[in-house]
């Protein structure tokens, strides 16, 4: 599946097609969320209500790490959904993007690449990141602005 999304990403959007692989592992929601909190190395990956959270508040749903070159999913990813595969199109962004040594005005704004490839992959299957996900355009710009 790496494989594929490399190749989508690479023809559809200014990404490296890299042939170098993340390692992949799997942690609980709520490692990922203290992981998120603790590392600055570690790029937020989509975001989605849960009922555990305070009212706006998002919980953390995968991560990518920098300097491991390690994408972080949660133990409940299965990957045979088109939300589950979006999910790792977005880490693959950021992978690409690290190994490309891609630069940006601020972490955030890798943020902004991420996003959109991943709701043109659900896309591909009728779906969206606001509906599948509930992150609207206007999340996304928010989520990726470099605020000084």
């Known amino acids: 599946m ?11 959007f200014d990404l490296p097609a890299i ?3 993340p390692a992949v592992e799997f942690a609980s929601r709520m490692k990922l969320a203290t992981m998120r909190a603790g590392d600055g190395a570690l790029s937020e990956g989509l ?5 555990l959270n305070q009212p706006g508040q998002r919980q953390v749903v995968a991560l990518y790490n920098d300097k491991s070159k390690t994408i972080l999913l949660p133990d409940d990813w299965t990957g045979t959904s088109p939300a589950d595969q979006s999910i790792l199109v977005h880490e693959m962004v ?3 993007q690290n190994l490309g040594k ?3 005005e601020c972490p955030r704004a890798r943020e902004k690449s991420a996003y959109l490839a991943q709701d043109e992959w659900l896309g591909r299957f009728g779906m969206s990141l606001e509906h ?4 609207d355009m206007f999340t996304v710009l928010i989520s990726s602005a470099c605020m000084f």
Do not use: A, M, P, Y
Request: overall charge negative; charged content about 30%; glycine content about 0%.
């Open 102 to 104: 891609l630069t940006f």
């Open 94 to 96: 950021h992978h690409l």
């Open 132 to 135: 599948e996900f509930d992150v």
């Open 47 to 51: 975001t989605n209500h849960d009922e």
């Open 2 to 12: 790496l494989e594929e999304i490399v190749t989508w990403l690479s023809s559809n």
């Open 19 to 21: 042939k170098e692989r």
